[in-house]
């Protein structure tokens, strides 16, 4: 009952903070999407890595570890520490820039502003708002678990995800980006401090990892789990293509806009690496060894379910059933609003589909000439409810795992559509209908994935590489033959 | 510069592909961590001092100034 107090604390606490980012608000909607774009260096710093680690970091990546061993981290954490802050150190700042100089909120503004169209910018919305849908589920779901397993029980995942969604609906709905951003921070400095810890406790509470490991390399159904030996090395180089999506994630792009001062950048790429690897080490290391847990009837089904069919189980709750049987209550309280915190992270995504919606449908239609930025700032919340209903109803009956979730449908779509941002933000030549043919093609891909068989690859390839280099291609060939954009909009994207 | 930048950066992301490490897990790092684990641990870090130096040597300068400026009419 205690750890589940805790928990519920948290969640009270993050909804006053964004009760009181509202009371700070001025109602226009750059303040309410963008914060006034005036986000000081250490809120953006925290708050922009914790829009990013989501239930996929904490839930997701234990799970996967728990099937397939430590290959997880090499395979998300480490090249994630490579290529994000590469992503934010030249792509992130000249989004930024952009915003700053044109008053762009979105990136499809920028698009439509950079390439001189309309339409295909409408199609770019909708493509990216599907890909979004996936992680803000996951979310829900992620919120769900925690509470379920947190509470032995007593508190169903309907009602965990129900809760967690309208928390999160009701803080993003109040606070917009000030609220979200605030609390992101918020939850970024509180598990960064609680993850360690948690290795420590659980590791005592296993006996000592030496000995886990020395028995799971001594037995021939585990030792595997402690190298790479089952996973294909071309896989694993494919995997380095994932993270390219995490430029292109709106909620990312927008919130690149926010930073009061392009400096704000610098700290957030230099830590962001040790960030990474804070969160993702003992969360990979707690999946791995938990293959040992066999006192926890929870993950002993899923051991023996695993030895008996030869396949991955779904596993998203491993860390918390560690949590909840070896910390003592009050810590596995504490501990529990710290990976709900990262499960939260929701809340960005949300908001960002709330602020296309409104500026780049409800705007560019014309609907703010005619009704007024408060009505604006209204339908965006309206969106919001729409958004996370649709989300809680849907995580409801998803039978994936969160991991499987994330990097098959958004992360390998949004890698995709990371040659958009480069084209139009650093080569002249490219044209709206080389950006058009890119968008079709991922489209068309993201459909065909959705049919094809889990863990589908071409040529030993994971989708995201063909689907990358498909839309490099696309965007090129066709910009090459198109008519460009007006000198004018070039120079004034190129005057740097 | 740029182009000793650029072979810097793809180097350190051809080290992500630790071949060499595929197939073992010793030596364990403090008893636990197996060293397909904390080779990349060590690949995160590394990555942080890799991006000190690239915020010294690579910040785009002009680009605030640029997005500063009142845009012309």
């Not at chain 1, 006192?295 to 998203?316: F, H, M, N, S």
């Not at chain 1, 390839?461 to 007006?486: N, R, Y």
């Amino acid at each position: 009952m205690t750890p589940t107090l805790f928990v519920l604390a948290y969640l009270a606490i993050v909804l006053y903070i964004g009760i009181f980012a509202f009371r700070q608000s001025r109602g226009q909607a750059e303040d309410y999407f963008l914060a006034g774009r005036s986000l000081g260096p250490w809120v953006f710093v925290l708050s922009l890595f914790g829009t990013h680690m989501t239930a996929f970091a904490i839930l997701g990546s234990s799970g996967h570890a728990f099937n397939f061993g430590i290959v997880t981290f090499g395979l998300m954490a480490s090249s994630s520490a490579i290529v994000v802050p590469i992503c934010l150190l030249f792509i992130g700042t000249r989004l930024w820039a952009v915003g700053k100089k044109f008053g762009h909120i979105t990136p499809v503004q920028i698009f439509r502003d950079r390439w001189e169209c309309g339409h295909i910018g409408t199609l770019i919305f909708f493509l990216q708002a599907a890909l979004l849908v996936p992680y803000i589920i996951i979310g829900v779901m992620g919120g769900g678990t925690t509470l379920s397993v947190i509470s032995g029980g007593l508190i169903p995942f309907w009602a965990g995800g129900l809760l967690v969604a309208a928390v999160v609906m009701s803080y993003v709905f109040f606070g917009g980006m000030r609220g979200t951003a605030w609390v992101n921070a918020f939850q970024t400095a509180l598990f960064l401090t609680f993850g360690m810890i948690a290795v420590a406790v659980i590791g005592n509470g296993m006996g000592g990892f030496s000995s886990i490991a020395e028995r799971m390399l001594s037995d021939a159904k585990s030792a595997h789990l402690l190298t790479r030996e089952k996973y294909s090395p071309l896989a694993f180089l494919s995997y380095t293509f994932n993270p390219l999506s995490a430029i292109a994630f709106p909620h990312i792009a927008i919130f690149c806009m926010t930073a009061k001062k392009m400096t704000q950048f610098k700290k957030t790429v230099m830590l962001y690496p040790l960030c990474i690897l804070l969160i993702w080490l003992p969360c990979v290391l707690l999946g791995v060894f938990a293959n040992q847990a066999m006192e926890i009837p929870a993950l002993a089904a899923k051991i023996d379910l695993k030895a008996l069919t030869g396949r991955p189980v779904v596993a998203d709750d491993v860390m918390l059933q560690l949590l909840s049987h070896f910390a003592p209550e009050w810590l596995a309280g504490m501990l529990g609003a710290g990976i709900m915190a990262a499960v939260m992270a929701s809340d960005s995504q949300i908001l960002a589909l709330s602020t296309m919606f409104t500026e780049d449908i409800f705007a560019f239609y014309g609907a703010r000439e005619r009704f007024g930025q408060k009505a604006q700032v209204a339908t965006g919340r309206l969106f919001i409810v729409l958004v996370t209903a649709f989300a809680y109803f849907t995580a409801l009956n998803v039978k994936a795992s969160i991991f499987d979730l994330a990097v098959q449908f958004s992360f390998a779509g949004f890698s995709a559509m990371m040659p958009l941002y480069v084209g139009a933000l650093f080569w002249k030549g490219s044209t709206k209908w080389g950006a058009l043919a890119s968008t079709v093609w991922v489209a068309g891909c993201t459909i065909a994935l959705f049919f094809a068989a889990r863990g589908f690859t071409l040529f030993g390839l994971s989708p995201v590489v063909p689907m990358t280099l498909g839309s490099v291609f696309l965007l090129w060939s066709v910009s090459l033959v198109t008519p460009k954009p007006s000198a004018s909009t070039v120079n004034r994207y190129f005057s740097v | 510069m740029r182009t000793r930048i650029l072979l810097i950066l793809f180097a350190y992301y051809a080290l992500h592909q630790d071949f060499w490490n595929w197939n073992t897990a010793r030596p364990f790092l403090f008893g636990f961590v197996p060293i397909g684990l904390w080779y990349h641990a060590l690949y995160a870090a590394g990555a942080a001092a890799l991006m000190y130096f690239l915020v010294r040597w690579a910040w785009p300068e002009r680009l605030e100034a640029w997005a500063e400026k009142e845009p012309e009419a």
